[in-house]
């Protein structure tokens, strides 16, 4: 069996934990572990991801993971880390979020493994059953209030000015708890991991546990995910970064990585690929011999767009990628216009255009590539006018309907990275 703990802290994913015996407790047999993921939005994101890989390379060490989906304490909210208190979700919306999110839980996890197949548990369906005086008389009471105001996640929301803490977000706390508790007589399940936001909450269910089931369970927490500048990782200028191809395509994914400042980078290749610590030192040699290369974002993006999309999405962004540095477009769908394309200005004119004869001298000024047809004389003559990325030799030449992607849109470019599209319809 894999030390599961000497892997976990040479790639910097231990923050604390609970008792300092736990890296034997570790080795001695294969053990069950928990991390729950609220199910706040119909896809996981990058944020989620060192809790995806933690419980993926358990499992390969030879222990049994738990993916428990908020579906009782995502109808409340977390309060540990946040400024503010969520918007409370409807159990229609929740359960949608809840398959929308399984198959993503189930690229990273082996569901048939044997004794370590992985589990997907939601707590609504034990919490959904407790009625609130029930819930209050055998969990609430074991629950000393001023411990649980002692804790981080409690006193940093009381000592705002700006925002309190309802007694709904006050009761989360109680709600985790007893999930540890619920695992553990289900599953035998005595490790809850997390981020290190969670360290309240985990401590929370390990003392539930002593109290009522005189239990010995333990915690794990890990780094929030930031960059080196202190900011979040995974904030793009349109919003999260998303596990779902639908909300963030692959290439948008592989692009995020590919750009990483180089500080991040080799934090991110530990946190986030199965390397070996031999390879991923390989990597970064390779990195500061040759910088300009990019070679350290350029695996990174890699291997995490295969575990995320699989190959076929590798291949899209890769492809996409090669677009942006000049790869003829022979076809694309729209879909694929508009996710590779996403940030580009666009201009709209009527398919008449065509047939009275758009030259490109013409469709550039449209585009907005060139000021005036003068200058965009001079790019033509110049070899730095492309349409669909081909070289434009002629400056008579125009446009027709072949040139038309996905029947549709033409892509310019002038020199080597100023794209618009221009795209047509039927008046």
Known sequence: MIDVYSELAWRGLVHQATDPQLADWLRAEPRTLYIGFDPTADSLHVGHLMALMILRRFQKAGHRPIALVGGATGMIGDPSGKSEERNLLSVERL???????????????????????ALLVNNYDWMGRFGYLEFLRDVGKHFPVNVMMAKDSVRARLERTDSGLSYTEFSYMLLQAYDFVHLYEHYDCRLQAGGSDQWGNITAGIDLARRLRGAQLFGLTCPLLTKSDGTKMGKTESGALWLSAEKTSPYQFFQYWINLDDADVGPCLRFFTELSRDEIEAVLAAQAADPGKREAQRCLARE?????????????????????????????????????????????????????????????????????????????????AYVNNRRVGQIDATLAEADLLAGTTAVLRTGKKNYALLRFSAE
């Open 95 to 117: 359960r949608e979020n809840v398959r929308s999110i399984e198959p993503q839980l189930r690229r990273f996890l082996d569901f048939d493994a044997g004794p370590r197949s």
């Open 304 to 384: 995490l767009t295969l575990l995320v999309h699989g190959e076929e999405g590798v291949q899209s962004a890769q492809r996409a990628t090669e677009i942006f540095f000049g790869a003829e477009i022979d076809d694309l769908s729209e879909s694929q216009l508009a996710s590779i394309f996403a940030d580009v200005p666009s201009s709209r004119l009527p398919k008449s255009r065509l047939a009275d004869g758009l030259t490109v001298i013409d469709a550039l000024v449209e585009a907005g590539l060139a000021k005036t047809k003068s200058d965009a004389r001079r790019f033509i003559q110049q070899g730095g």
